[in-house]
């Protein structure tokens, strides 16, 4: 069982900068593609980016690209999403996923840790 868990987020001004965080269980990061989505209140979850079990193939969502940077450390079995110049429209909980491959689709993610909350104020 792959177990995930997510940190680094919380409050920060539009314009601001966060790094996320998410620890895998055991050796995630060199078996699965690892993948982070959001969820907004009153939406469904969406893809924000994803990457290959080898650090290859960055993906990302259009509403994102250029703000986020998605990275995998397999020595410390860690994903990380960088995210600068936030905006409000941001703000939602943020969850890692563990898959066969870098999809946008969440059905493809057979592992998902709890989520971090990431606010941005205007």
């Known amino acids: 069982q792959v177990q995930l868990v997510e940190s680094g987020g919380g409050l920060v001004q539009a314009g601001g900068s966060l790094r996320l965080s998410c620890a895998a269980s055991r050796r995630t990061i060199s078996t699965y593609a690892m993948g982070w989505f959001r969820r907004a209140p009153g939406k469904e979850r969406e893809f924000v980016a994803a990457i290959n079990w080898n650090g290859g193939d960055p993906r990302y969502a259009d509403v994102v690209k250029g703000r986020f940077t998605i990275s995998a450390d397999a020595a410390q079995n860690r994903v990380y999403l960088q995210m600068n110049s936030l905006k409000p429209e941001d703000t939602a909980v943020y969850y890692c996923?563990?898959?066969?491959?870098?999809?946008?689709?969440?059905?493809?993610?057979?592992?998902w840790g709890q989520g971090t909350q990431v606010t941005v104020s205007s």
């Open positions: 996923a563990a898959g066969p491959f870098p999809s946008v689709t969440t059905s493809y993610y057979a592992y």
